[in-house]
Every structure is written in structure tokens, then in C-alpha cells.
């Protein structure tokens, strides 16, 4: 099946700092979506991406359906940030897929 | 809008019982979702229902089921519990058939033990 790869697995930062975790897919998919852990265990969605590009706020994720990946950014960090970053890929048979997520910390 | 509600938020049970999930999706959301979370093997989709029928479904044993109600509400049920069923488990919903077409909403989850 599809294999879902996230990068960097960890990530500790100043609040203020700029950050780009990045998903790999290694077939073709569907759709893309990220999601925010926070530190209480709530998944948030961010973003519904399947190719392009879209912002909001501090936060902006572009997907190339085409090269397999997708990047999300994040500028000038909070401490409100911190937690573990998901892409999910959703293949053909709609069986969607997690990656193991990008934990990130923001130091004060 | 409300968001997802799931009950109950933690469980404790013994090996062997049975437990069942509870949750409510969003307001005119039709599609939920099941997914389970363990340290080991990260988030794992479990089935999806859209309008009462099972639309799909991961790589669980049978002793995870669920069911969807008329009201969109879904159960989950694990039977015949095992140490490994240890997990926080989420529900989402969506407004259309499949994440594939909308974004999934989580509700906090139900952190269940088994001992």
C-alpha cells in the first residue's frame, strides 16, 4: 500500500523562527490533508490540499500532486504551535493513510 | 456549531470484556470516521459510515465493528478486549462520502485501557 513519510520527525525551535515539515507519498493520491495534535490529544484540521497552495494566517501548505509531496509552513512560531504536526493521504481506495507526524516544540 | 462528541473520554476495562464508543458528528455531517491511536503504530483508520451503511473499512480483526443511525450518531464496539486494544480512539466526520471529498473534524477521542 501507499507509504506515508514525514520529515523532520522532531523539531525544536524559538518562538519567533520560521519551520517547513514536509510529507512524502510514494503513489498517487487523491487528496492530502494536515492536521495539528495539540498537546490534549485534539486533532485539528489545517489544511484540505490536494494540489496547490493555500494560507491562513501564519500557516500555508502547498501540495505537487505530480512530484508526490507536500510542504507545511509556518511563520514566526508561538508557543501555542507546539504539538505534533499529520499529513494524511487518501489513495484510490479512499483508505486513508497517517504519516507518523512532526513533533514540534516552541521554546519561549 | 457543535463540534464532534465523543463519549465517553476514558475507559478502564479488563481483558475479555466488550466496550462500545460512543460519538455525535457535527450538524448535517453524514460521514464518520474511525481511527485508532497508539505510540506504536501511530494513527490507524479503522471504517466509515455514510448514511447507516459501512463505506470502508482498514486492517482490524472483526472484533471491531460499528454501526451509524439514522441521526448520523455512530457506535463503535471492540469485543473480546486485549492488552493491545490500549489506544485513544477518534472519530471524525465530514460533510461528504469519504475524507476524499471534505475535511475530516476529530472529536477529542476516548482513551481506553485494557488490563
Known amino acids: 500500500g501507499i507509504q506515508v513519510e514525514q520529515s523532520p520527525p522532531d523539531l525544536i525551535l524559538q518562538e519567533g523562527a520560521n519551520s517547513t515539515l514536509r510529507c512524502n507519498f510514494s503513489?498517487?493520491?487523491?487528496?492530502l490533508q494536515w492536521f495539528h495534535q495539540n498537546p490534549w490529544g485534539q486533532l485539528i484540521n489545517l489544511f484540505y490540499?490536494?494540489?496547490g497552495t493555500k494560507q491562513n494566517g501564519r500557516l500555508s501548505a502547498t501540495t505537487v500532486a505530480t512530484e508526490r509531496y507536500s510542504l507545511l509552513y509556518i511563520s514566526s512560531s508561538q508557543t501555542t504551535d507546539s504539538g505534533v504536526y499529520f499529513c494524511?493521504?487518501?489513495?484510490?481506495?479512499?483508505?486513508?493513510?497517517f504519516g507518523k507526524g512532526t513533533r514540534l516544540h516552541i521554546l519561549p | 456549531k457543535a463540534g464532534v462528541t465523543q463519549t465517553p473520554r476514558y475507559l478502564i476495562k479488563t481483558r475479555g470484556q466488550q466496550v462500545t464508543l460512543s460519538c455525535s458528528p457535527i450538524?448535517?455531517?453524514?460521514?464518520v470516521s474511525w481511527y485508532q491511536q497508539t505510540p506504536g503504530q501511530g494513527l490507524q483508520f479503522l471504517f466509515e459510515?455514510?448514511?447507516?451503511?459501512?463505506?470502508n473499512k482498514g486492517n482490524f480483526p472483526g472484533r471491531f465493528s460499528g454501526r451509524q443511525f439514522s441521526n448520523s450518531r455512530s457506535e463503535m464496539n471492540v469485543s473480546t478486549l486485549e492488552l493491545g486494544d490500549s489506544a485513544l480512539y477518534l472519530c471524525?466526520?465530514?460533510?461528504?462520502?469519504?475524507?476524499?471529498?471534505?475535511?475530516?473534524?476529530f472529536g477529542n477521542g476516548t482513551r481506553l485501557t485494557v488490563t
Open positions: 471524525a466526520s465530514s460533510l461528504a462520502q469519504g475524507p476524499v471529498n471534505s475535511p475530516l473534524h
Open positions: 503513489d498517487s493520491v487523491n487528496n
Open positions: 490540499i490536494p494540489s
Open positions: 494524511a493521504a487518501l489513495p484510490r481506495d479512499d483508505k486513508i493513510i
Open positions: 450538524s448535517g455531517h453524514r460521514s
Open positions: 459510515y455514510f448514511s447507516e451503511t459501512q463505506r
